[in-house]
């Protein structure tokens, strides 16, 4: 269903951009003029260095015998952020930067005569322009996908956003995969290829490989419990890999590392059960896990199409001789990990150490003992020219307006002024369905999940590329009509108690940014995780956090409460919707036949209109 809903989506949501140049080419070529004067920031420059408002790392990284660099949940954030508002630019980095860091590291891993991996996690799909903003007839993430693949990775492994939707599930699996010589890991994720009816694992289910430095590494690329997936495609359980003849085969033998990419979080979910089957044979090999944010909670709750993360920085150990890293999401973490290593005769403690990088150039020239003038590699630089050209094809400056303000998911409590959620259910949807509607006449109410916005909006140009960020989903709205207000106000109220909706409070299922005393640090990520000493590499003072509800509204018309209005929704959460009606009033028993399209306007499109209507006057 997800699949589905996301190839719609991705349909539709081209034909909505073209639609839109169409009939707002003059407001367009007076925005982009705008922009150009009005402003410094267009949205395709990239801060390449703000010395004055990046902190450099506290101190220099331990290294080890075997040291990691892993990121995990890009989700097309390749450019980096590139927004002037805290603390934005302290993720500034390109995927270009990234590559010459990582070069540079790798030489000095030479030098020391010691390893370095690099490690990635997955969700390569879904989340910025330079993946979503792909013309009529293209595939999310094709094009950024061929940068990704630049860089040297010893290991990756898949995430679920690689399988909503078959045809991308089929691209990586054609062009991205084979350009990893076997290192690309789903251990238990299959595909079924077109003219064929049996299944096929989508990458290696394992990896067996010397490093530099002759150590024998096996890897495994582990997916969590999910179901959201595709026809076409096929996820196995946890608990059913590691019954696996092959599974049992590939561990037997002792290697100096057993390497764990996973798509799942490094504190609950399935690791222990992946981790108890190799100790159960290997009692002292060491084991690194390089997992992700997700978690099925989550899942179900926060996100609109499944997708929901803590996406957070965290780290455990699940015994002395093994850690387990977690390196946030959207290129705003990169995760630092390094071992000593042992013979592995005695149950003596591994020496582990790990730490979280702001991904931006001041820290990655910090790290390598690099300046402006020798930091770059040729190939770095290619790759950051490559995807600024990727950003122009898919023409991501288009601008839709100039924005008054930051607007976040987070750092602003809901409802508030500041609050992006406010924005678009007060604002944006409710103009934008009123967009020529016959049905203007009749009050409405308008319900939607929180999940449904994706990142915060910041100050200046609103372009294509920031809106397919903030607000990434092309679904339509529907509506019931003839139900009075107060029912449809306690429908709002019954989606957002705890039994139905849980509690985003429960969100920290590990570390979670924390406010912290007053001081003088920068804005940032704070981590409190359960592994020993301080991981961030550069000290911050924490964002605020704000709980969100689940179900956010349209401020109610003012009418009586017995009036019949419109209750409007997203058509995603109608099963929900049509429950909570039938559970808070027996007059009627609705069904789905009862709710039928609201607007031709989706979700999507609300924020691009709105944009347009109330950001381009002077
Ligand atoms: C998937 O790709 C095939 C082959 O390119 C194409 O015919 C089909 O329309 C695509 N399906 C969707 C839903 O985009
Ligand atoms: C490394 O792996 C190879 C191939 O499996 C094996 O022959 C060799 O003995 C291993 N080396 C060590 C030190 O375990
Ligand atoms: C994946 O394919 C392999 C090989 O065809 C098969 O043994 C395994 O059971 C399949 N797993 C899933 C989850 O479909
Ligand atoms: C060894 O590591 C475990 C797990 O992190 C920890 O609980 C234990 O205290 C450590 N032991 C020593 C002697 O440091
Ligand atoms: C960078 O320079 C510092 C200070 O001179 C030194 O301690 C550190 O080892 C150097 N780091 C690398 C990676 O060369
Ligand atoms: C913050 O900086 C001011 C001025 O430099 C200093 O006086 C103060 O002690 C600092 N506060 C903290 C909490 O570090
Ligand atoms: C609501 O409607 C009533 C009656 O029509 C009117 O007196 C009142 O000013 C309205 N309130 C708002 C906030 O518009
Ligand atoms: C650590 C760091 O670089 N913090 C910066 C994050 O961004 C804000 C806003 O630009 C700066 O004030 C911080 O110094
Ligand atoms: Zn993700
Ligand atoms: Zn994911």
């Not at 790392?57 to 954030?77: A, E, F, V, Y």
């Not at 790990?354 to 040729?378: C, G, Q, W």
């Not at 809106?467 to 139900?483: H, K, Q, R």
Request: contains cysteine.
């Amino acid at each position: 269903m997800a699949g589905k809903r996301l190839q719609a989506a991705n349909a539709k949501k081209s034909l909505f951009l073209s639609a839109m140049k169409k009939t707002i080419a003059v407001i367009y070529s007076l925005a982009v003029i705008s922009a150009v004067y009005a402003c410094d920031d267009d949205p395709t420059h990239i801060h390449r260095r703000a010395p004055a408002i990046i902190t450099p790392p506290s101190r220099q990284l331990d290294w080890g015998d075997i040291n990691i660099i892993h990121t995990t949940d890009t989700h097309g954030w390749l450019l980096g952020h590139q927004k002037t508002s805290s603390p934005e630019p302290n993720y500034s980095g390109t995927f270009g930067d990234f590559s010459s860091f990582v070069s540079h590291m790798k030489d000095i891993a030479d030098k020391k005569g010691v390893d370095l991996l690099l490690v990635d996690s997955g969700d390569l799909h879904d989340g910025t322009g330079l993946t979503d903003g792909f013309p009529p007839g293209g595939i999310d993430a094709h094009d950024s996908n061929e940068f990704f693949a630049k860089l040297p990775y010893d290991v990756l492994t898949i995430g679920n956003h690689e399988l909503y939707v078959y045809n991308n599930t089929l691209d990586i699996y054609n062009n991205f995969i084979p350009k990893f010589n076997g290192r690309y890991l789903s251990s238990n994720a299959n595909i079924t290829l077109p003219g064929t009816s049996g299944t096929v694992p989508i990458g290696n289910r394992w990896a067996k490989f010397k490093t530099q430095k002759g150590r024998n590494v096996t890897a495994l690329g582990v997916l969590f419990d999910f179901t959201g997936n595709d026809k076409g495609t096929s996820v196995q359980k946890v608990e059913d890999l590691v019954k696996e003849p092959w599974f049992l085969e590939v561990i037997k033998e002792e290697p100096a590392l057993f390497l764990l990419a996973g798509h799942m979080p490094v504190q609950k979910d399935k690791w222990p059960v992946v981790f108890n089957a190799i100790r159960a044979v290997h009692p002292l090999t060491p084991i690194v896990i390089l997992g992700d944010a997700h978690s099925n909670f989550l899942i179900i709750i926060h996100s609109h199409l499944g997708s929901g993360h803590s996406h957070i920085r965290d780290c455990t150990q699940l015994d002395g001789r093994s850690m387990s890293l977690q390196s946030g999401r959207y290129m705003e973490t990169v995760g630092w990990l390094s071992a000593k290593l042992d013979d592995n005769k005695a149950n003596k403690n591994i020496t582990f150490t790990r730490r979280y990088l702001d991904p931006n150039r001041v820290t990655y020239e910090y790290h390598t003992n690099l300046t402006e003038t020798d930091f770059d590699t040729s190939i770095g630089k290619s790759i950051t020219t490559g995807l600024l050209a990727l950003a122009k094809k898919f023409n991501l400056d288009f601008i839709y307006g100039t924005a008054p303000r930051d607007y976040t998911l987070n750092q602003d409590p809901y409802p508030s002024e500041g609050s992006a959620l406010t924005l678009f259910i007060e604002d944006a949807v409710p103009y934008a369905l009123a967009l020529s509607n016959p049905r203007n006449n009749t009050p409405n109410f308008i319900i939607a999940n929180s999940g449904s916005q994706r990142f915060d909006v910041y100050s200046g140009p609103f372009s294509k590329n920031d809106l397919l960020t903030a607000s990434p989903y092309a679904d339509p709205f529907f509506y019931i009509p003839s139900v009075p207000l107060s029912q449809a106000k306690q429908v709002l109220a019954d989606l957002n108690k705890p039994s139905t909706a849980n509690d985003l409070s429960d969100y920290g299922n590990g570390a979670s940014p924390v406010k912290a005393a007053d001081s003088n640090d920068t804005l940032g990520y704070v981590t409190h995780d359960s592994c020993p000493g301080d991981g961030d590499d550069t000290v911050h003072k924490a964002l605020a956090q704000y709980n969100l509800p689940h179900y956010i509204s349209s401020k109610p018309p003012n009418v009586s409460e017995q009036t019949p209005i419109d209750l409007v929704f997203i058509n995603f959460i109608e099963p929900r919707v049509i429950a909570s009606l039938n559970s808070i009033q027996k007059v009627k028993v609705y069904s789905s036949a009862d709710a039928h399209q609201y607007s031709p306007v989706v979700l999507n499109q609300a924020l691009g209109y709105y944009a347009i209507g109330h950001w381009n006057k002077d």
